[in-house]
T-cell receptor, first 115, second 114 residues
């Protein structure tokens, strides 16, 4: 298995531009999570899906952020318009229940820089 | 609801032992442990469920004290490859919701020197 695949790995954009981050979870995993990591706030959960349905989006900072999961193999996180304070590493992770062992598998992350 | 980790940083020589602690103000159902190397994604180490169990993974093991709402990660005879930042992630709620929100601590940076 190729693991959780995120693209792009790095994104540099100007303030005000739209940014779209992409994620392909591990096949068969029915949970998908979007996290943001910064030095100031650590790892923050933004939103998570179960069977493609958003379950909890209370971590989404504001209306500028939106996430979709149109099918079991693809999810996007969109920021429009982007601001410098959105600069962070964004991780996608997937998981499923297998007995008592259901750790998250994280993708390699997208390092976003908004200038 | 973010768990508190201690210490913030540990410096060891190869072969020495370390303990990393994770405590929560909320009742916990499960605790996850992850290790993240610089510039990489966090990697899952183990999960502990309520019931006060202890788990082992090579020379890395962990315990979970449900009553104290605490978990500890034990690294024995540390190796250079153990260097990285260790995060605990905590989940509350019943078994049905345990794959819901996972709150991560701020991390403990572990450095192992030869």
């Amino acid at each position: 298995d190729a693991g959780v695949i995120q693209s792009p790995r790095h994104e540099v954009t100007e303030m005000g531009q739209e940014v779209t981050l992409r994620c392909k979870p591990i096949s068969g995993h029915d949970y998908l999570f979007w996290y943001r990591q910064t030095m100031m706030r650590g790892l923050e959960l933004l939103i998570y899906f179960n069977n493609n349905v958003p379950i909890d989006d209370s971590g989404m900072p504001e209306d500028r952020f939106s996430a979709k999961m149109p099918n079991a193999s693809f999810s996007t996180l969109k920021i429009q318009p982007s601001e410098p304070r959105d600069s962070a590493v964004y991780f996608c992770a997937s998981s499923t229940r297998t007995g008592d062992n259901y750790g998250y598998t994280f993708g390699s992350g997208t390092r976003l820089t908004v200038v | 609801q973010q768990p508190v980790q201690s210490p913030q940083a540990v410096i060891l020589r190869e072969g020495e032992d370390a303990v990393i602690n994770c405590s929560s103000s909320k009742a916990l159902y499960s605790v996850h442990w992850y290790r993240q190397k610089h510039g990489e994604a966090p990697v899952f180490l183990m999960i502990l469920l309520k019931g006060g169990e202890q788990k082992g993974h090579e020379k890395i093991s962990a315990s979970f004290n449900e009553k104290k709402q605490q978990s500890s990660l034990y690294l024995t005879a540390s190796q250079l490859s153990y260097s990285g930042t260790y995060f605990c992630g905590t989940a509350t709620g019943d078994r049905g919701s345990t794959l819901g929100r996972l709150y991560f601590g701020r991390g403990t940076q572990l450095t192992v020197w030869p």
